[in-house]
């Protein structure tokens, strides 16, 4: 199994709802990331984690909060987001090991209204 | 951390070798070469990763000189298909914070 599942697929949301972004991969890979893509733009890292460490873009502002259940689990979630916010958000998953061979998932589309 | 640079599009016909370079003048000693290909709405999809000299698999090579200051993508006999995002990314997910960035990309056009 390669695949790295995302859900949902699309999300809109208002700037008070409260929602979480899921993400799953099933390859043994022990490094998860979240990366957030505009449109015709490279997709940013936000956070990281590998064996289960949080490693933080500090550019990222509080309203996006991560978590990690397990080595195949990794959650996003949202709070008071801006509309500014709406973006295509990525989960990669990679062998913690070296290099940077990431397999992405499809993404969430989310909208804030 | 590595930053890269690419062309930001070319175009090409069908059935040519399509070449695309990036640049890293900085790279680290530690850093692997990796490009992936994005199609609208998709994530990235992994393509090829190198550390130096020549790497090939069944979709593409990757050309790295001795400095490892560039790299080089190259796609054999284009076809439609593969017109997409193509971005180099230089880096180890085990440096840095794992904060990886993405160049630019380059955007692809195969015309028939």
């Known amino acids: 199994d390669t695949e790295v599942t995302q859900t949902p697929k699309h999300l809109v949301m208002g700037m008070t709802n409260k929602k979480s972004l899921k993400c799953e991969q099933h390859?043994?890979?022990?490094?998860m990331y979240w990366y957030k893509q505009k449109a015709k733009k490279p997709p940013e890292l936000m956070f990281v984690?590998?064996?289960?460490?949080?490693?933080i873009n500090e550019s990222v502002p509080s309203r996006f909060s991560p978590e990690c259940p397990n080595s195949s689990l990794l959650n996003l979630h949202l709070h008071a987001l801006q509309p500014e916010d709406s973006a295509l958000y990525l989960c990669?998953?990679?062998?913690?090991?070296?290099?940077?061979?990431?397999?992405f998932g499809p993404g969430t589309r989310l909208t804030v209204t | 951390l590595a930053k890269t640079t690419q062309p930001i599009s070319m175009d090409s016909y069908e059935g040519q070798e399509v070449n695309i370079t990036c640049s890293h003048n900085?790279?680290?000693?530690?850093?692997?070469i990796t490009w992936y290909q994005q199609f609208p709405s998709q994530g990235p999809r992994f393509i090829i990763q190198?550390?130096?000299t020549k790497v090939t698999n069944e979709v593409a090579s990757l050309f790295i000189p001795a400095d490892r200051k560039s790299s080089t993508l190259s796609l054999p006999r284009v076809s439609l298909s593969d017109t997409a995002v193509y971005y180099c990314?230089?880096?180890?997910?085990?440096?840095?914070?794992?904060?990886?960035?993405f160049g630019g990309g380059t955007r692809l056009m195969v015309k028939p």
């Open positions: 990669a998953s990679s062998l913690a090991g070296t290099g940077t061979e990431q397999y």
């Open positions: 390859m043994g890979h022990r490094a």
């Open positions: 984690y590998s064996y289960e460490k949080l490693s």
């Open positions: 900085n790279i680290a000693t530690n850093d692997y």
């Open positions: 190198g550390y130096k």
């Open positions: 990314l230089v880096g180890d997910v085990n440096n840095a914070g794992n904060m990886l960035t």
